[in-house]
């Protein structure tokens, strides 16, 4: 497949430098637009890409246009006339519109929604104007629907004569004479049911929707669990007002994977693909996070600062400052990765946060046992190495000291695990994308934490002069 794509991208610059007509749309009939679209991202020259908008049938590249990235998308808009945006606002689905109008300048969505028609311009207003991330969002107003009164026959007919006009003719959708969405159609059923029946008769009764308000995650999930084709969204009156398809969701769950996968690194998503985002604009992306990870890294500044006259009587203690920090923050970091998952499969809800808190409290005191007693017998053995570790501790207190790491292991395992849970919880609690609550962010406020119980430990010690003052 790979050879077949590279043989098809070296036709695809061949007939844009030779302006061949003929093999220009022989490959829109035979390759893929999604691939032809990624060919001409890296043409640099807007002029060669509009010779494909003249000589290509605009069923095609309306398609192909769609899957454009922005920045070529508004080379093209600003290179289009009239005539020629006209054209593709007319082959184009409404959605598909409000898409890249959504990240054009002002000056280019006035001018295209001046050159929309008016019916479909109230369309595409009411779908920019909806809230961002919600089902209304990612809908689509061409879909088809049909009075339930009808026959299979009526129905059947309908659809060879307007069917092409919709995105999907898979669902069909009924309503009554005042618009209320009562029932869905199959299309499997359309074609072996009687014609003589009425869709009334043969419609799915237990119908699932969404409302134009509902969270796209929310909306993506339905969509998994009950294995859609399309999904019906209504507003408050339960009017049918669009219809959003497996192909938009996709686009959602990528959408929300990256995101996800953005936050739990400790950087803010970005808007564009990784090779089109310019270096400011990631540095601007990624320092606000490592900012705050340094404002909280100052409190553990503070706590060796207390503590730096016992570490010069103990300095062994320092040692293994590394192993108690990165351990808490790798624990905390495999609870929280698996809790953000949970909670965004909707494998358990908020309420059920002390039985998740209980679940992770047995684990971590069973990973931390088994952990911190490994841990001690390493230790053990580092100290009885001759020049490994340079200490002038006795045996007993050598002993001591890896007992007092150890059990700061422990505790430092069950809080972080501890953390890593109770904080998507409460993003969630706070209405907030729980994959704000990152690994580094966990790693930081755990990192504090440890040291403080580290030294707590020493300091119980250090009291009854175990150790020399």
């Known amino acids: ?54 000589v290509v049938p605009s069923e095609l590249t309306a398609d192909f246009f769609t899957e454009l990235n922005d920045e070529t998308q508004e080379k093209l808009l600003n290179t289009f006339s009239d005539k ?11 959605d598909d519109i409000v898409d890249f109008l959504e990240d054009m300048p002002a000056n280019l969505v006035t001018r295209t929604l001046r050159l929309t028609p008016k019916e479909r311009r109230e369309s595409v207003n009411k779908l920019l104007n909806y809230k961002e991330d919600t089902a209304a969002s990612v809908m689509t107003t061409e879909y088809f629907e049909l009075h339930s009164d009808i026959t299979v026959e009526e129905a059947m007919k309908a659809i060879r004569e307007k069917g092409k006009k919709a ?23 359309l074609i072996f049911a009687d014609p003589k029946q009425t869709l009334d008769e043969i419609k799915n009764k237990e119908f699932l929707f969404t409302h134009v308000n509902t969270d796209q995650e929310e909306v993506a999930q339905k969509f998994k669990k009950y294995d859609l084709h399309a999904l019906a969204v209504v507003n408050n009156e339960q009017k ?15 959408k929300e994977v990256n995101e996800d996968v953005a936050l739990q690194s400790g950087v803010v998503p970005l808007k564009d693909e990784y090779m089109e985002t310019k270096p400011l604009r990631m540095a601007l992306k990624c320092a606000p996070w490592l900012i705050v990870l340094i404002i909280i890294g100052i409190f553990s500044e503070l706590v060796l600062s207390k503590f730096q006259e016992k570490l010069a009587i103990v300095p062994a203690l320092i040692f293994f400052i590394p192993v108690l920090m990165d351990t808490g923050g790798n624990a905390g970091g495999q609870t929280c990765g698996l809790i953000i998952r949970a909670l965004a499969l909707k494998e358990f809800e908020v309420k059920d946060f002390w039985k998740v808190v209980w679940k992770e409290t047995k684990t971590a005191f069973l990973t931390g046992a088994i952990v911190s007693t490994f841990a001690f017998c390493v230790f053990m053995v580092e100290f009885s190495i001759p020049g490994l570790i340079q200490t002038e501790l006795s045996i007993i207190q050598k002993l001591v000291v ?24 409460l993003a969630v609690r706070l209405k907030k994308d729980p994959a704000l609550t990152s690994q580094p962010f966990v790693t930081t406020i755990v990192d504090v934490c440890s040291l403080l119980i580290y030294f707590g430990i020493f300091m119980i010690f250090f009291a009854t002069g175990f150790f020399p003052r």
Do not use: H, Q
């Not at 669902?171 to 618009?179: G, I, P, S």
């Open 1 to 54: 497949m790979a050879k077949w794509l590279v043989k098809k991208e070296i036709e695809f610059v061949s007939a844009l430098k030779n302006r061949d007509v003929k093999k220009m749309r022989s490959l829109f009939n035979n390759v893929p637009t999604v691939d032809l679209a990624i060919f001409a991202e890296k043409i640099e020259d807007v002029s060669s890409l509009m010779f494909i908008f003249k």
């Open 84 to 94: 020629e945006l006209v054209e593709l606002i007319n082959k184009s689905y409404t």
């Open 167 to 189: 995105e999907t003719i898979y669902t069909v959708f009924l309503r009554d004479e005042k618009r209320t969405l009562v029932g869905t159609v199959d299309l499997d059923d």
């Open 240 to 254: 049918l007002v669009g219809v959003i398809t497996v192909d938009d969701i996709i686009d959602v769950i990528e």
């Open 402 to 425: 890896s007992g007092i790491v150890s059990l700061a292991l422990l505790s430092a395992i069950i809080l972080s695990k501890f953390v890593a849970c109770a904080l998507p919880f």
